[in-house]
């Protein structure tokens, strides 16, 4: 009898917000997500980059996190995304960002020719109906249905 096949996770990029949300404020919403994550659904991309700026921001004062809570973050995420490396695919042409720190999110989602970049970021959301897109991009809520409608479809 053949072993079954697991079918290949949904590729994405997470923005810093939702990160955050994820693994600080452990939002409901963004829940399916993180537990798409875990059971392996989900790949999560991440790059020097981008685990600098959640680095950054975690020592933020209105976020009211201790160095040891900012330290459990960043390993947990790391454990569950993908480390890509800097330039390792060429990239397909791109908009540009209205806010050049979130520039890297998306040349990050077209590098690892990930399929969702999951965003609460406005000027990266206002980017999603830009044709020629190699990704889709949207907020967490969107996208948490988008997965649990994938995982109900493939049962």
């Not at 949904?10 to 955050?20: E, F, I, K, P, S």
């Not at 798409?36 to 790059?47: R, T």
């Not at 569950?80 to 998306?106: E, H, I, M, S």
Request: aromatic content about 4%; glycine content about 4%.
């Amino acid at each position: 009898m053949p072993t079954p096949v697991s079918p290949e996770p949904l590729h994405c990029v997470l923005d810093t917000n939702v990160v955050l949300d994820l693994f600080h404020f452990a939002d409901p919403v963004a829940l399916p997500i993180l537990q798409a994550l875990e059971n392996g659904k989900l790949a999560c991309w991440a790059d020097e980059a981008t685990l600098a700026e959640l680095a950054r921001v975690l020592t933020y004062p209105e976020l009211n996190v201790a160095a040891q809570q900012a330290a459990q973050i960043m390993q947990r995420y790391q454990e569950l995304c993908r480390r890509a490396d800097a330039g390792t695919v060429p990239l397909a042409k791109l908009p540009r960002c209205p806010d050049p720190d979130d520039q890297k999110f998306l040349e990050l989602a077209a590098r690892t020719g990930a399929r969702l970049l999951i965003s609460k970021d406005k000027a990266l959301l206002g980017l999603a109906r830009k044709p020629g897109l190699p990704f889709q991009i949207m907020p967490p809520n969107k996208a948490a249905t988008k997965i649990t409608g994938m995982a109900t479809s493939k049962q």
